[in-house]
């Protein structure tokens, strides 16, 4: 499934690992994720590591300052210490494919750099961009229209219900909601009467609520 992300927004990665086995693992646990496009898994994590580092955009990481004994079924989670800033390495539209790879390093020296237990590679797993989002703004007509009418877009798998916030002249002046069927575009109308507008030329906004 992808997730999109618009390009306001940090990623922030979480990664979750386990003992399978049936021994106390024990060290310094540590991942590296790697975002970019056209990754390809090389079989085993060192090549992916060595092979990701230099395909990658961007990449994020964490390592255990201390030492962790991870039981056999415990699992252990942990967070990226560098959150990635979309806009400064991508574009709206990109779709993108993560890698990350894990291990335990006998130091916290060698975080990063020995115990390469594991690697995943998610391919188009994160597009840029807005999952919904409002994609024309009109009127039913130009002279005494009776309706205006807000085209939303919905590019999830599922269908999605949307409040929309209305500005006339910079005030918020009504709100209307619908239910935008999955990746689809789809016409939310409001009647003219409810926004208040008077003679002359107005200035009308169109947001989605949060």
Same mark, same amino acid.
């Given at each position: 499934m992808t997730t999109f992300i618009p390009p306001d927004k940090k990623i922030q990665i979480t990664v979750e690992v386990e003992n399978t086995g049936g021994t106390d693992l024990e060290g310094y646990f540590w991942f590296k994720a790697y975002y970019g496009k056209g990754l390809v898994d090389y079989g085993n994590p060192v090549a992916n590591d060595d092979l990701w580092a230099l395909a990658a955009k961007v990449s994020d990481s964490y390592g255990d300052s201390e030492k962790t004994t991870l039981s056999p079924g415990e699992k252990k989670t942990m967070i990226g210490g560098s959150p990635v800033a979309v806009a400064d390495h991508f574009s709206? +539209? #990109? !779709?993108? %494919? =993560? +890698?990350? =790879? !894990? /291990?335990?390093? &006998? &130091?916290? /020296? @060698? =975080? +990063? *750099? *020995? +115990?390469?237990? %594991?690697?995943?590679? @998610? #391919? %188009? !797993?994160?597009?840029?961009g807005r999952a919904i989002e409002i994609t024309g703004v009109n009127f039913s007509s130009y002279e005494n229209p009776s309706t205006l009418d807000i085209k939303v877009r919905n590019r999830q798998p599922t269908s999605e219900t949307v409040t929309i916030n209305i500005y006339v002249d910079g005030t918020l002046t009504h709100q209307v909601s619908g239910t935008i069927s999955a990746d689809s575009e789809e016409v939310v109308s409001v009647d003219v009467a409810n926004l208040g507008l008077g003679k002359g030329e107005h200035f009308v906004y169109c947001e989605l609520a949060d």
């Open positions: 709206v +539209g #990109d !779709v993108i %494919d =993560v +890698g990350v =790879v !894990v /291990g335990i390093a &006998s &130091s916290s /020296g @060698m =975080v +990063g *750099e *020995e +115990g390469h237990a %594991d690697s995943l590679l @998610m #391919d %188009d !797993v994160i597009q840029i």
